[in-house]
């Protein structure tokens, strides 16, 4: 038996003649954090959203916790969850009527403390009574982050979960991160344009490319792989060959 | 089915409705200038009371049913768009929330809305007219569940187009509904169609309910088999568009559309 808590394996998504993802394989261990890296369009959000439920793969399959995605949806997403700089969270909602509803979702219990907590680890009490119409971006993206850590996930996406916060809030963000995985065993699929945090964040990262993986292992493996100085260099080189 | 996660979506759209004028408007304002408008009507009309017997009953009693269906189709409708309007189906479909647990919640605040409604329309109907609502007796019970039923099913079938078509079909939302209105035989007897529309309305559970209270009012005989026709057609529609709107979410999820509905 795999000790994998996600198992991705000849995952495809066609649109037509389009394909968005081809043959990806990949599994994340518990509490390990895997880095998705790939220019725009190489297929990433197409695979959050399928092992999000979202999107129905071409063929392929997903599983989580040693369960078919598409058998054990409910089981699975009970255990998962989301954030991303491009979701947001109901503006005519206050911030804490946001997170008590996405607490009820889930049927969470201890509800109140739980969502204390978060207010308290992402530094969101000046403003838990605040309209989420009225938050800044970065606040969004804490708000968006607290309800996806608020669940008590064990395996979280994250789609570039620090674009629009000030270094500060992000370095704040990342330790949270990182805290979450020590004491949890949270495992993150984690994307991101920010080559220093990937390197920072990543166990291991995988390059997607044209939806196909073409580069897999820790950053220092890849970066030695294309003979580059950085992750950085690697983006480049690999996203000006499409 | 998991009730909290019901639960949840239906305290979601509560917590709108809490601090929101427009909304409420919604519940308030457009039901009772409905029936202010139509009450002058069926106070002009009642002059003519010789020739057209308990106009007033009819009309009112008709007005005040109709409404039930279309905020019974609205309660649906609307709580998908809200949905929509806060880019929010990603949030809850990447949850364990389920399309029947979705459908449930948009039907529990049908209800509420439906309640809400009613109680304005008939309490106004009687401060301003001396109408009383319950003059259909205990038959009216059955003649709303069926138009919520309707309602429901006007209210799914319209979210499932919304829902494959994206935000461009949002004036769906709106107007569907009245497609059904002049099938719906609301105000005048089904034998007032033309004999191929005839048929089409006989197809429509509404037209029956309308027909049954008509029935009821004049004779006073039990309207079972208006009921029971409608009863009838309306659980094989609601099934049918239940399935439906799967199989809509279905296509969606398989065309990954599902998550750009709102853009």
């Known amino acids: 038996m795999s000790s994998a808590v996600v198992e991705v394996r000849n995952l495809a998504k066609r649109f037509g003649g389009f394909t968005a993802v081809d043959d990806v394989s990949f599994d ?11 220019p725009n369009g190489a297929g990433k959000t197409t695979t959050f959203q399928m092992m999000l439920g979202l999107v129905t793969p071409t063929s392929g399959t997903i599983r989580m916790f040693g369960l078919d995605l598409q058998q054990h949806r409910e089981a699975i997403l009970q255990q998962v969850n989301f954030s991303s700089t491009y979701i947001s969270l109901p503006y005519s909602l206050t911030v804490e009527e946001n997170l008590s509803v996405i607490a009820r979702l889930y049927g969470m219990s201890d509800m109140a403390g ?3 907590d978060m207010v308290k680890k992402l530094e969101m009490g000046e403003w838990r009574h605040k309209l989420t119409r009225k938050l800044s971006s970065g606040q969004m993206t804490r708000l968006t982050l607290a309800k996806a850590l608020l669940t008590n996930p064990k395996v979280l996406l994250l789609d570039e979960p620090t674009a629009s916060l000030d270094p500060d809030i992000a370095h704040k963000i990342r330790a949270i991160l990182l805290e979450e995985r020590q004491t949890t065993g949270l495992s993150i699929l984690y994307t991101s344009h920010n080559m220093r945090e990937m390197e920072e964040m990543s166990d291991r990262i995988i390059f997607l490319q044209r939806g196909k993986i073409v580069a897999e292992g820790t950053a220092k493996e890849i970066v030695a792989r294309f003979g580059q100085a950085d992750l950085e260099e690697v983006f480049l080189k690999l996203a000006r060959e499409q | 089915m998991a009730y909290h996660r019901i639960a949840a979506l239906v305290i979601r759209h509560l917590y709108l409705y809490r601090r929101s004028l427009p909304r409420l408007m919604e519940i308030i304002y457009w039901p009772f200038l409905d029936l202010v408008v139509w009450g002058f009507i069926t106070v002009y009309l009642a002059t003519f009371q010789g020739e057209m017997p308990a106009v007033v009953t009819f009309l009112l009693g008709a007005l005040i049913l109709w409404d039930v269906l279309f905020r019974s ?22 949850s364990p929330l389920t399309p029947s647990e979705f459908l449930a919640a948009t039907m529990v605040m049908s209800l509420f809305k439906v309640i809400a409604v009613s109680m304005v329309m008939s309490v106004c109907a009687w401060l301003f007219y001396g109408y009383s609502v319950f003059i259909i007796g205990l038959w009216l019970i059955p003649f709303i569940m069926n138009l919520v039923l309707t309602g429901w099913i006007i209210g799914v079938f319209t979210t499932s187009l919304i829902m494959r078509f994206g935000q461009e079909a949002e004036v769906l939302a709106w107007s569907m509904v009245f497609l059904f209105q002049p099938i719906s035989c609301v105000f005048y007897p089904m034998e007032v169609l033309p004999s191929w529309l005839r048929a089409v309305a006989w197809i429509n559970p509404a037209a029956h309910v309308f027909e049954g209270m008509r029935g009821l009012l004049a004779t006073h005989a039990p309207p079972l088999t208006s ?37």
């Open chain 1, 28 to 38: 994340i261990g518990r509490g390990e954090i895997l880095g998705l890296l790939g």
């Open chain 1, 114 to 116: 739980r969502i204390d």
């Open chain 2, 73 to 94: 189709q609205q309660g649906i409708t609307i709580s998908f768009l809200e949905e929509i309007w806060a880019r929010n189906l990603m949030n809850l479909f990447a």
């Open chain 2, 227 to 263: 009921l029971s026709l409608a009863s009838g057609l309306n659980l094989v529609y609601l099934g049918a568009v239940i399935f439906w709107f799967h199989h809509t979410f279905n296509v969606c999820k398989d065309r990954g559309s599902l998550v750009r509905v709102g853009e």
